[in-house]
Every structure is written in structure tokens, then in C-alpha cells.
């Protein structure tokens, strides 16, 4: 953890204290222009993922490399000491929480486990492949991907009480449309 704490204490510091603000005033103006929960939905999104991308896209010194190999890094986040296991496992599981948490509430059309699997995946391949790119010394990774990816979809299971029953009425709409 004092590695993660070194590379990102001022994000996190910053995080904890701006988000709050901004996020209110955020929704506070988007409540005049349509719904309270859609508000909610919206500042959650960017909220909840503004930190983990200023996070990862945080240049490393250390030159790129890629792993395309299924649950080849997963053992060694877990072999080494309980903070690297922690701050791997935990941080990547977080890294599209509130992508799979407030997608499917602010999108109706979302409102699936698979349709966010699909978009967690895409988003995190799509994160992984500009790691890459862009050269900053991160590591890509298929794990990265799987444990975005899980990371995602256990949260939008918790969310599911706000957008399972639209997402029904999405389906059902579209069935009686064809």
C-alpha cells in the first residue's frame, strides 16, 4: 500500500476532497435540465471513475510490456505481501465499479448483466490497449481485463434493485415491437 500511496496520494487526497464538492454542485445543476435519479447516475459515473483513470493512466517508470495469457499475473498479485495483493486484486475490482454500478441506472438500454459484461469488457480492453499505446510503463493485461470485467459486473449486481425492473420494460417493449 505505500506503493500505491507514493504513486497516487495526491489523487487520492484531492479525490476525497474535491468529488464531494463537484459532485453535488454537479448535481444540483443537472436536476434542473432531468431527472434526480438520472443526476445521480451521471455524477456517479464520472465520480466514481475520474480517480481510477487519472490512476492508471499515471506514466510509470518502466517500459510497456503486454500479457495475453488468461491468469498469468492473477498469482502474482497473490504471492507477494498482502499490500501488493490488496492494492492489485482490490484496486482492479474498483478500477469499473461504479462504471457497472451506475450504467445500467443511468441507461435503460443497459440494464442487463450481460449488456454490462459486454461494455465492461469492451471499456477495459479498450483502457488496456492505450496503456499500451500511449507507452506510459504500464503492464496490459488480459487479467487486468477479467478482474475490471468481475469488478463491474459485481457491482452492477448490487445496483440491480434500481434498474432491474426498467430493464424488463425495456425488453418487454422491444419484444412487442417485433
Given at each position: ?10 489523487t ?15 448535481y ?20 466514481g ?5 487519472i490512476?492508471?493512466f ?63 469488457v ?5 483502457v488496456e ?6 507507452a506510459?510503463?504500464r ?9 475490471n ?17 426498467e ?12
Amino acid at each position: 500500500m505505500g506503493a500505491v500511496w507514493r504513486n497516487h496520494g495526491t489523487t487520492i487526497v484531492l479525490a476525497a476532497l474535491l468529488l464531494p464538492v463537484l459532485s453535488f454542485a454537479a448535481y444540483r445543476w443537472r436536476c434542473r435540465s432531468g431527472s434526480r435519479r438520472q443526476a445521480a447516475a451521471e455524477v456517479g459515473l464520472v465520480a466514481g471513475s475520474l480517480p481510477w483513470a487519472i490512476m492508471i493512466f499515471t506514466p510509470q517508470k518502466a517500459p510497456r510490456s503486454v500479457d495475453l495469457v488468461p491468469l498469468h499475473d492473477l498469482p502474482s498479485w497473490l504471492s507477494g505481501t498482502a499490500d501488493t495483493g490488496i492494492a492489485q486484486l482490490g484496486g482492479n475490482l474498483l478500477v469499473l465499479a461504479a462504471f457497472g454500478f451506475f450504467l445500467p441506472i443511468r441507461f435503460a438500454a443497459m440494464a442487463s448483466l450481460r449488456r454490462v459484461l459486454v461494455a465492461a469488457v469492451a471499456t477495459s480492453a479498450s483502457v488496456e490497449a492505450l496503456q499500451w499505446l500511449l507507452a506510459i510503463g504500464r503492464v496490459s493485461s488480459i487479467d487486468d481485463v477479467l478482474v475490471n470485467t468481475l469488478g463491474a459486473v459485481l457491482a452492477a449486481t448490487s445496483s440491480r434493485r434500481w434498474w432491474a425492473d426498467e430493464g424488463r420494460r425495456i425488453d418487454q417493449a422491444a419484444s412487442l415491437n417485433t
